[in-house]
């Protein structure tokens, strides 16, 4: 699994969580070393924060979409503080 947060406090959270549950786990904290992560390592799943330092996970998950690769297909998680309307429906 990759988890894409830039919050080290949320971010150690998750990867603990993911490994005591049996996952191997990768972590990155911003949205153009998560891409080149997940492209290089085709994870299983992605946990990605909307909100990144360098850009926004839903451009992870648009860049990783249009890779001619397994990668492409890979399920993503999205973690956010965001309740609007468009916020939701650009994550779908």
Known sequence: MLVIEDDEWVCRLLVN??????????????????????????????VCDVELPDGDGFWVARSIRSEASPVAATPFIFLTGLDDPASRMEGF
Do not use: H, M, N
């Not at 949205?31 to 390592?41: D, L, V």
């Open 17 to 46: 969580a993911i490994r005591d549950a049996g996952y191997g786990v990768l972590a990155c904290a911003t949205a153009k070393e998560g891409f080149e992560t997940a492209c290089a390592e085709e994870p299983s799943a992605i």
